[in-house]
């Protein structure tokens, strides 16, 4: 196939158009569905269960029948043009990007009692799988075989995020109850199970006959060990910890808060070191740099902030101001990037080296919450308000979106993405509003991410 010829910009902007054909369509489709379904709901009220009412209006058997011929007409008619409409604009946004990525879902992580606002991989042996829920309870699970393996009690209140330390087996978790906790585990992995054979092309034709936008089936995780102490109780805050992370070495950790601080902390003392002030409005995330003594903050107030503590004597302050809404992240790359996400649909790709203005923008349709960005691949992972997962490269082209349809995927919000490249097989992780993560493997071909 030949390369296109039209300019990059021009491109770009005709995908956008597509992409709001694309959703013009799903939405007319989507609503008919609904209006079907009321349709169908009052028919059935009127005749109870199918049969007329008595002392009833006789014509009404009749007018059942039409209006759902009508409807199912209506709807047949709707959903051929969809089907149609948008397999010329998904086949013509292929054609632009030359291949396809493979999306496999691998393995579901069903247990917890409410949504899972975050999830993070250890950096240590047995590598394992931990999210942290607004049921007040963080746990750990095994990759391969999807069986919970233990599970933190400790906190009184929603559990927002958590981190694994880089060389031992503790977990730092950030809670509602305005503390965040550090505690010891003590896990051992089950035997390896064969994955199911559930894959899809990445952006394949989204089914509109999705799931219910219920919850994920399942009791619960069986009785599992449960850790209910911590170690150290950071509890420096007066307003929910939304997030904590370690700082290299693991040595310290920063807390942020909705009482618009950040605080610092001695990890062996729980000394608090530093509060940083600064933002105007409650904090949303914090992020340390894998090698460095920087962190950054971000913040309801449309900013996020960089904190240098390299120099024990300086911890100089550099606000980003490129978003329009609320930061919901910001999270530092291998090199000398950041990348931020925010409620204004938009991520953005920084230079710590002049930082007046982002070297990178990308631009969708629905809010953006906790982003990740692999480190061998530098490919960002965007979990959208919408349910859907889209990946991107540094400089702003669309790579893939995880496949949704009636068989995978989530159903509610996307929470948060978490790479774990050191597992071949299992490679990125998501989760949600609908009790579950989900460990995906992701195959870019080389070919998308060439420049």
């Known amino acids: 196939m030949e390369d296109s010829k039209l300019p990059l910009s021009l491109r770009s902007n005709l995908l956008d158009l597509f992409s709001q054909i694309e959703r013009e369509f799903e939405n007319l489709y989507i609503e008919n569905l609904e209006l079907r379904r009321e349709i169908e709901s009052l028919n059935e009220r009127l005749t109870g269960d199918g049969q007329a009412v008595e002392g009833g209006d006789p ?32 086949s013509s946004f292929k054609a632009t990007t030359g291949s396809r990525a493979l999306c496999q879902l691998l393995k579901e992580y069903v247990g917890h009692r409410d949504g899972i606002w975050d999830l993070s991989v250890t950096r240590t042996q047995p590598v394992v799988l931990g999210t942290a829920s607004a049921d007040h309870s963080a746990l750990l699970w095994s990759i391969e075989t999807g069986k919970c393996l233990l599970r933190y009690a400790g906190h009184a209140g929603s559990v927002n995020s958590i981190k694994f330390h880089p060389t031992e087996q503790m977990a730092l978790t950030a809670s509602g109850d305005q503390t965040a906790h550090i505690w010891r585990y003590m896990v051992q992995l089950p035997a390896p199970q064969p994955p199911p054979d559930v894959s899809a092309p990445c952006d394949e034709d989204q089914d509109s006959s999705d799931r219910e936008e219920g919850e994920v089936d399942g009791e619960g995780p069986c009785e599992v060990p449960t850790v209910r102490v911590a170690t150290a109780t950071l509890k420096s805050h007066q307003g929910v910890v939304i997030a904590a992370d370690w700082l290299v070495g693991g040595r310290q950790v920063v807390t942020a808060s909705w009482d618009r601080a950040a605080n610092l902390y001695e990890v062996e003392t729980s000394e608090l070191v530093h509060t940083l002030t600064g933002h105007d409005q409650e904090l949303t995330h914090c992020c340390t740099h894998p090698t460095q003594r920087l962190v950054v903050t971000s913040s ?49 790709v920084w230079d710590l080296k002049n930082m007046r203005s982002p070297i990178a923008t990308i631009r969708t349709d629905s809010a953006v919450n906790r982003i990740s960005v692999s480190a061998n691949q530098k490919i960002i992972a965007l979990p959208h308000d919408n349910r859907q997962v889209r990946l991107f490269d540094m400089s702003g082209v669309r790579l893939a979106r995880l496949p949704r349809s009636n068989r995978m995927g989530h159903r509610r919000m996307v929470c948060c993405t978490a790479w774990n490249e050191e597992n071949q097989s299992c490679n990125l992780f998501t989760c949600g509003f609908d009790r579950q993560a989900i460990g995906w493997n992701i195959n870019i071909p080389a070919l998308l991410q060439e420049k």
């Open 300 to 348: 309801r107030d449309t900013t996020f902030r960089l904190w240098d503590f390299r120099d024990p004597s300086i911890h100089s302050v550099n606000v980003f101001q490129g978003h329009t809404d609320t930061v919901t992240s910001a999270v530092f790359t291998v090199g000398d990037n950041v990348v931020s996400g925010s409620d204004d649909r938009t991520v953005k």
């Open 59 to 90: 014509t009404k058997g009749a007018l059942k029948t039409k209006a759902s011929h009508s409807t199912s007409q209506l709807s047949q008619k709707l959903k051929t043009t969809y089907k149609a409409s948008t397999s010329k604009i998904v």
